[in-house]
């Protein structure tokens, strides 16, 4: 079921407004592609000595939502565990602020954990929304399936900005909301254990996955009818058309992220479904242009035990074609994956028509990066690999030893990735495998590598740090 909510808001065109040398929202850009163009980025660093490291500050105890660098701050998903706030105690999803130059905390946002209990809202998961950033207004979702529209500034600006008039903490260490939407009890949706996307910002629009999910069965979906993808008026709040498009084929949660890129001369916006269904909308009209299955027509999900896959990853938008590659929950485990290219300017199911290739792979929830005619992608099993662009050709594969969690992230030439042990490999970019270094952090590492300014910012579960020559 598709429906119209108000009338369609004219998309503005994709424009260099925001600082190009930032890192505004999750893959930098709309289309997702984890590659930056800065250059003099360390490939090495030690986090005892400190050589090459700039600051580091402490975040909570787990943290998935990616560090995003914009308008002189860097945006972190966390949790509560330091009580930065003594006024805010026990389990909560905190959207955490730092001073870019120098790691000093700013201020934060906090959000009670759901009544509703670990079904929607995990124990000690927190924010694992990675944020997106624009004219003063940062957007995330909270653990609470809540689209928030903060002030960058918080309350430090000494100014109770926007709609929301009654925040119950306004310190100059507490976040300022603009507006929000509980997609949970205005829209029905049904997070399964957490709320994980990170909206896309295009012109006036402001696009999310919803995350709506299966129960505690893993049997039920208790909101079919709810909306699993939303265009919003990110001034406003206001919904400005929603999908259900995966409808009853959820099968277990959506966590993946929309992307955007104007193919074959159409602007599209992507979105992964839970079903396993890769879907290109019209982004005015929420009209499906095109749907795509991630998975062999034969695949079975038999309760995450089979051989059919949900689209955690985000999906990159390159060239006329989208790129990603399928997964489940890390909890279910290693697994059979793909890795596809899909071209995007067919339209209808293109599941046949639009296939350019498959690359055998394993399960990941990771986003690839794509630079200089080779295409990265890491997986749950461990491996980095590289492939032709074209041709989806194994060029090589590189062993982390540990699973992956985040993305592979091309900047200066060269690849860095990190690892569930908490080592961050740097890898000479191209078409041949050479290791140029390995930093172990301490900490287990979920995040991607970021760059903005000149600096390298990694975040593991504890800790970010900006790393810079």
Known sequence: MHRILSLPILLAALSGALPAADWPMWGGSPNRNMVSSEKNIPRTWDVQ????????????????????????KVFVGTNNQLERNPKITGDQGVMMVFDEKTGEFLWQMAHPKMESGR?????????????????????YVSN?????????NGFRDGKNDGTVQDEKFTSEIDGDVLWSLDMYTELGVFPHNMAATSPLIIGDMLYVNT??????????????????????NRHTGEIVWESNAPGANILHGQWSSPAYGTIGGVEQVIFGGGDGWLRGFEPKTGEILWQFDANPKNSEWKQGRG????????PVVYEDKVYVAVGQDPEHGEGVGHLWAVDATKRGDITESGLVWHHPFRRTISTVAIDNGVLYAANFSGFLHAVDLKTGELLWEHDMLAAVWGSPYVVDGKVFIGDEDGDVS??????????????NFGNTIYSTPVVANGVLFIMTRSHIYAIAQ
Request: with cysteine.
């Open 119 to 139: 079904v929607n809202d995990w124990p000690e998961q927190g924010v694992c929304s990675s944020p997106a950033v624009a004219d003063g207004v940062v957007y």
């Open 211 to 232: 995350s709506n999910g299966v129960d505690e069965s893993h049997a039920n979906i208790p909101s079919p009818r709810s909306p699993s993808f939303l265009a919003v």
């Open 307 to 314: 051989d059919r896959n949900n689209l955690i990853a985000t």
């Open 49 to 72: 000595s400190k050589t090459n490291v700039k600051w580091v500050s402490e975040i909570g105890s787990q943290s998935y939502g990616n560090p995003v660098v914009a308008e002189g």
């Open 426 to 439: 740097v890898l000479q970019e191209g078409r041949s495998l050479e290791v140029l270094s390995e930093v």
């Open 144 to 152: 609470r399936a809540e689209l928030m529209a903060m002030d960058v």
